[in-house]
């Protein structure tokens, strides 16, 4: 065990210094290096954004949005799912428009957004929420109806109710897909999280990444970009830990 966590460390730490010598030498052969920024300059424009605090209210602007458009996603895909998996006419008036809505990029609606939730934190909300929903219930939706017949009918046989069936068995079963379908989700809000701060922005990391182009401030937006990685990369293993503690029975 001790072994397997000594290589990944080792691995991560090779991979990040290969990143970092590639940026370096990238930015030093650069023919304008205010396009592209070193990793010390972009280290050294994050430090002063966190001194001044405008680092910091731009990450929990972020992450505070993030997290409740990632909740309220799930929590609409994970319905939606299981009516679809467990009804077939159900599922059938709906998949198209699952399917359809998937396939549409949160960014081709931040015009009706504007327009029906105007500019305040509810339109980026929804728009977070929007790209998470699709994802959670299509999961969610394979999950229940990769469910044996024999399955269900065991249940029937020991006598379970309706809900009985759906608590022990059907959820229980699910549970799997729709944490896939949770993490899938989770890396679309963290991409969406750019395009939905452009709806009258005051601050997010996505607001700093677009406003450090007015004054040529290449380092601010490396350092943005920089920041929304490693905040996915962090989100993401803090999901695939958790699940493991808490779901371990189910996956």
């Not at 729709?178 to 601050?203: H, K, Q, W, Y």
Request: positive net charge; hydrophobic residues 55%; contains cysteine.
């Amino acid at each position: 065990m001790h072994n397997r966590i000594r290589v990944g460390v080792a691995g991560y730490s090779i991979s990040i210094l290969a990143i970092l010598s590639l940026w370096q030498i990238g930015s030093s052969s650069a023919i304008v290096p205010l396009l592209f920024p070193s990793p010390l300059t972009t280290l050294d424009a994050a430090r002063k954004l966190f001194q001044s605090g405008q680092l910091t209210t731009d990450i929990v602007a972020s992450v505070s949005r993030i997290a409740m458009g990632f909740a309220l996603g799930s929590l609409l895909g994970v319905f939606l799912g299981v009516l679809m998996g467990s009804f077939r006419l159900f599922r059938l008036a709906c998949e198209p428009y699952i399917q359809f809505f998937r396939a549409l990029p949160a960014l081709a609606w931040i015009p009706a957004a504007m327009l029906w939730f105007g500019v305040g934190e509810a339109s980026k909300v929804i728009l977070l929420a929007y790209t998470t929903v699709f994802v959670v219930a299509f999961n969610t939706m394979l999950g229940v109806l990769s469910i044996s017949r024999n399955q269900l009918r065991a249940a029937g046989c020991f006598g379970l109710s309706p809900w009985q069936t759906f608590y022990l068995v059907k959820v229980p079963a699910t549970v799997a897909h729709m944490l896939t379908g949770m993490r899938l989700a989770m890396g679309n809000c963290f991409s969406t999280i750019v395009a939905a701060e452009l709806l009258a922005p005051r601050d997010g990391l996505g607001y700093l990444i677009f406003s450090s182009r007015t004054w040529m401030q290449t380092e601010f937006a490396f350092v943005g970009i920089a920041i929304l990685g490693l905040l996915g990369f962090l989100a993401d293993a803090a999901f695939h830990v958790l699940t493991k503690r808490f779901f371990k029975r189910y996956l």
